[in-house]
């Protein structure tokens, strides 16, 4: 038997509507995702987590711009951020738990960008840059920044924001919310 006809029956199989197709379908999906998918994407993307999950609320506005500045601003503008300029940065409405954002490793990065750094937690953070010598950063929804965000080496930095993908980031956060404390659990509020 050629490799042809080995190949077309490995197909055929594959199309069947049976448990054990269905099986190996899913496997083949979960080996083409993590050996050639993020891969080839952390190549691109020159990062070595090209695609993250919000996975807090940190970077969450509750209200529109407008109002949400009207809550915000004085922290930003004691910071030399005026509104004008944190109208031009890129995701100027913030982040949802949720999103799922593509991360670019290369590139300068300068305020008013989201990066996306190793921090002495569980997870990367995804915060906004508020000053850049050093790299300093806070989430638009914390009252006031922490104290592992004040001084980020660039080392650190794994990439920044580039495109944000709405909501779709929920298909794995559903799993993991059941092992989250109650007040963290579901949409921001």
Same mark, same amino acid.
């Given at each position: 038997?050629?490799?042809?006809?080995?190949?077309?029956?490995?197909?055929?199989?594959?199309?069947?509507?049976?448990?054990?197709?269905?099986?190996?379908?899913?496997?083949?999906?979960?080996? &083409?995702?993590?050996?050639? &998918?993020?891969?080839?994407?952390?190549?691109?993307?020159?990062?070595?987590?090209?695609?993250?999950?919000?996975?807090?609320?940190?970077?969450?506005?509750?209200?529109?711009?407008? !109002?949400?500045?009207?809550?915000?601003?004085?922290?930003?503008? #004691?910071?030399?951020?005026?509104? +004008? !300029?944190?109208?031009?940065?890129? &995701?100027?409405?913030?982040?949802?738990?949720?999103?799922?954002?593509?991360?670019?490793?290369?590139?300068?990065?300068?305020?008013? *960008?989201?990066?996306?750094?190793?921090?002495?937690?569980?997870?990367?953070?995804?915060?906004?840059?508020?000053?850049?010598?050093?790299? #300093?950063?806070?989430? *638009?929804?914390?009252? *006031?920044?922490? #104290?592992? !965000?004040?001084?980020?080496?660039?080392?650190?930095?794994?990439?920044?924001?580039?495109?944000?993908?709405?909501?779709?980031?929920?298909?794995?956060?559903?799993? &993991? +919310?059941?092992?989250?404390?109650?007040? *963290?659990?579901?949409?921001?509020?």
């Amino acid at each position: 038997m050629s490799i042809k006809s080995k190949l077309k029956e490995f197909y055929r199989f594959l199309n069947q509507d049976t448990w054990k197709s269905w099986i190996v379908s899913l496997l083949l999906i979960v080996i &083409f995702i993590k050996l050639i &998918f993020f891969p080839a994407l952390s190549f691109i993307t020159q990062s070595e987590l090209p695609l993250v999950v919000v996975e807090s609320c940190s970077m969450y506005h509750e209200s529109s711009l407008n !109002e949400w500045w009207g809550k915000n601003g004085q922290w930003y503008e #004691s910071k030399g951020i005026s509104k +004008e !300029e944190f109208i031009s940065f890129s &995701f100027k409405n913030g982040l949802n738990k949720g999103d799922i954002i593509l991360v670019t490793g290369y590139g300068k990065y300068k305020n008013g *960008d989201i990066i996306i750094f190793k921090a002495p937690t569980k997870h990367p953070l995804i915060h906004r840059v508020i000053n850049e010598n050093p790299f #300093s950063t806070k989430g *638009d929804h914390n009252t *006031d920044q922490l #104290s592992i !965000e004040t001084k980020i080496s660039k080392d650190n930095i794994i990439g920044k924001s580039t495109i944000r993908i709405p909501l779709l980031g929920w298909i794995k956060l559903i799993f &993991f +919310e059941i092992l989250r404390s109650p007040g *963290d659990r579901g949409f921001c509020k």
